[in-house]
Every structure is written in structure tokens, then in C-alpha cells.
T-cell receptor, first 112, second 112 residues
Framework: QKEVEQNSGPLSVPEGAIASLNCTYS??????FFWYRQYSGKSPELIMS????GDKEDGRFTAQLNKASQYVSLLIRDSQPSDSATYLC????????????FGSGTRLQVQP | NAGVTQTPKFQVLKTGQSMTLQCAQD?????MYWYRQDPGMGLRLIYY???????DKGEVPNGYNVSRLNKREFSLRLESAAPSQTSVYFC???????????FGQGTRLTVV
């Protein structure tokens, strides 16, 4: 079982809709969670971080964390064609390997 | 402010050749990382350095060596390149693991 699982997609949504991206993880010791966006041919960039159960909102983005169920999600409201990218879920643990562990990413396509 | 700078951006090697990928950051970060990204595999950690003078293996260290030359620089060496090492390599740095990691622009390496 991979440490971080994501559906590879593509997830296709119409412009203006809500895009919902999901991520599950296997290690209950995971402490912190991140969503990175990666445009084709570019490097990943951080868009959201979440450390405690519940929702965290930043503009059109909402990250949701449920540690009991071991999942993290990212909602993108009012999706725009410029949101079309691959979204990478990542986690950090305070023990063991002190580096981010990434999922394989979900490709999002926003149709104009 | 350049952030994380990787050189070269592109490289073609013949099987058995060696090369060093260079990475430098100007953000005074303690932690630095090397990842590789292959289609459908997300980012996989090769090696990391939690602080100057320390290096540790990541998920896929075989065939690679690293040097944390000083606080700014973290190099990745391929001693005898193999076609399986064809990939995009990303260097990243962070102040501490739970805080945002910044990525370089990547090195696209092809081994023929």
C-alpha cells in the first residue's frame, strides 16, 4: 500500500464548478498535510497546508482533514481554466524520514 | 531573490557516464531535498539533508550519492548512469519540514 494515494484522473469539471480532489494516507503518525499544484513542465508550488482536523479556507481553495478516516481533500470553488494542473498531496511525519512524502497526483482539467 | 537554482536544466547522458546535478538556495534554509519525478509516480525522495553536515537516504537512493557542501548547496551525483535514471529531478529546500518547501525548476535527464 502506498503511503499517499490519489486518483490519477483526469478529473474534468466545467468552468465555474467545484472541483473536489481527494487523498488518503496510511500512516496515522502523519502530522501535517499539504497540497501542491504543478503545471505541466513546471515545478510544484504550495497552495494549501493543513495541520488539524476540520476545514481551512484560503480564497477559492478549501482544504479538509479527517485524521480518524485518514483522508485529506481539496475543494476548488468557481474553477477556472487556469486551475488546470496536477495537484499533489503531501504529508509530513515528525518521526522517521524527515521529508515530505508525495502522492502521485491528480490531473485536473477545467473545461471553458 | 533566486530561491532554489538547479543546473543544468537539461542533460543527455550515455549509459555508464557520470554527472553531478547542482542545487543552491539563497533562503538560508536548513533542509534540502532531492526528488525524482516519473510519469504516474509523483515525486519520490532520493536523498535529503535535514541540516548542514547531515544526509540521509530517501525512498529511492540506489545509484545516487549526495553532498551537502555547505548550507546553501546540495549536489546529487550519478556515478554510472542507467536508462532507469531517466527522469525529471527536483531539488527543494525548506526552513523546517512542516513549513513550505520551495522547489527548483527541475533538471530533465535522459540516459541513452
Amino acid at each position: 500500500q502506498k503511503e499517499v494515494e490519489q486518483n490519477s484522473g483526469p478529473l474534468s469539471v466545467p468552468e465555474g464548478a467545484i472541483a473536489s480532489l481527494n487523498c488518503t494516507y496510511s500512516d496515522r503518525g502523519s502530522q501535517s498535510f499539504f497540497w501542491y499544484r504543478q503545471y505541466s513542465g513546471k515545478s510544484p508550488e504550495l497552495i494549501m497546508s493543513i495541520y488539524s482536523n476540520g476545514d481551512k479556507e484560503d480564497g477559492r481553495f478549501t482544504a479538509q482533514l479527517n485524521k480518524a478516516s485518514q483522508y485529506v481533500s481539496l475543494l476548488i470553488r468557481d474553477s477556472q481554466p487556469s486551475d488546470s494542473a496536477t495537484y499533489l498531496c503531501a504529508l509530513w511525519r515528525d518521526t522517521g524520514r524527515r521529508a515530505l512524502t508525495f502522492g502521485s497526483g491528480t490531473r485536473l482539467q477545467v473545461q471553458p | 531573490n533566486a530561491g532554489v537554482t538547479q543546473t543544468p536544466k537539461f542533460q543527455v547522458l550515455k549509459t555508464g557516464q557520470s554527472m553531478t546535478l547542482q542545487c543552491a538556495q539563497d533562503m538560508n534554509h536548513n533542509s534540502m531535498y532531492w526528488y525524482r519525478q516519473d510519469p504516474g509516480m509523483g515525486l519520490r525522495l532520493i536523498y535529503y539533508s535535514a541540516s548542514e553536515g547531515t544526509t540521509d537516504k530517501g525512498e529511492v537512493p540506489n545509484g545516487y550519492n549526495v553532498s551537502r557542501l555547505n548550507k546553501r548547496e546540495f549536489s546529487l551525483r550519478l556515478e554510472s548512469a542507467a536508462p532507469s535514471q531517466t527522469s525529471v529531478y527536483f531539488c527543494a529546500s525548506s526552513e523546517a519540514g512542516q513549513i513550505e518547501a520551495f522547489f527548483g525548476q527541475g533538471t530533465r535527464l535522459t540516459v541513452v
